[in-house]
């Protein structure tokens, strides 16, 4: 009788299951002394963690150093992502204490296509346990994958944005279309003006980040557009201010 299960099968069948046993902790590191450990947690189905990467030792005290370290990861869905985010849990926050780092291109329209890969920079103690969990997802359609209250907030600072953006839009069309004298400084000034003074409170509390977030980047882009005139004369400044109305525009419609 021929057997079904040949020694190089089983070996290959082994390996399959101890993949999958730890598909939770993708990654782990241990110093000599025992105590220096990274753990790597998925809380997602499809957003996948490709590679980790130690990148230097800094020391940030004459007593204290830093381990920085790269997590890549890999848009396994079958659409684009527009956000993600991990927890880090470590001993320099305390026991119990998570601190968390979010990937959300909400303002600047960024999506990570499917297959895409994407990398996050993390800081770390020299020594003792660090678990970072890739906590949730969340797809171009609006659904979204892994953690609920990590998703909910992701939705949350993407509706920041797109209330602040609802209310710039009007802003800047009326800057681009004026037919008033003024001079480019004057007018970019303004306008500059004007968005800082959106007021925030009215905003709920978690989506407050991303509707500062939106009002500071267009901020920065009309405070590098004065600048970029006082060297270029030329230019012309309603017609720039009307680029950046069609690209606001372009990101608010995807939100």
Do not use: C
């Not at 009307?242 to 372009?250: C, D, G, N, T």
């Amino acid at each position: 009788m021929r057997h079904l299960f040949s020694p190089r099968f089983a070996i290959g069948l082994l390996l399959v299951l101890v993949t999958a046993i730890a598909g939770v902790a993708v990654w782990a590191r241990k110093g000599s002394n025992g105590t220096d450990q990274l753990r790597i947690e998925n809380k997602t189905r499809s957003l996948i963690v490709e590679s980790v990467a130690e990148l230097e030792t800094i020391q940030i005290e004459p007593q204290k150093k830093r381990r920085r370290f790269k997590v890549t990861v890999k848009n396994g869905y079958s659409q684009s992502l527009v956000a993600y985010s991990f927890r880090q849990q470590d001993s320099s926050v305390g026991k119990g204490t998570v601190s968390g780092v979010e990937t959300n291109g909400a303002t600047i329209g960024w999506v990570l296509p499917p297959n895409g890969t994407d990398a996050t920079s993390f800081l770390a103690p020299s020594e003792g346990e660090v678990v970072i969990t890739l906590a949730a997802v969340l797809l171009e359609d609006g659904t979204g994958d892994g953690d609920t209250q990590a998703l909910s907030r992701l939705r949350e600072v993407r509706a920041g944005v797109k209330m602040a953006y609802q209310q710039i839009v009007p802003l800047l069309r009326r800057a681009a279309n004026s037919t008033e004298a003024v001079a480019p400084d004057i007018a970019f000034q303004s306008l500059e003006g004007e968005i800082a003074a959106i007021p925030e409170k009215t905003v709920p509390p978690n989506s407050r980040r991303g509707f500062h977030e939106a009002k500071e980047f267009l901020v920065t882009n009309l405070k590098e557009l004065e600048s970029k005139f006082r060297s270029d004369q030329n230019l012309q400044h309603r017609s720039e201010i009307s680029k950046i109305l069609a690209r606001v525009e372009e990101m608010l419609a995807k939100l």
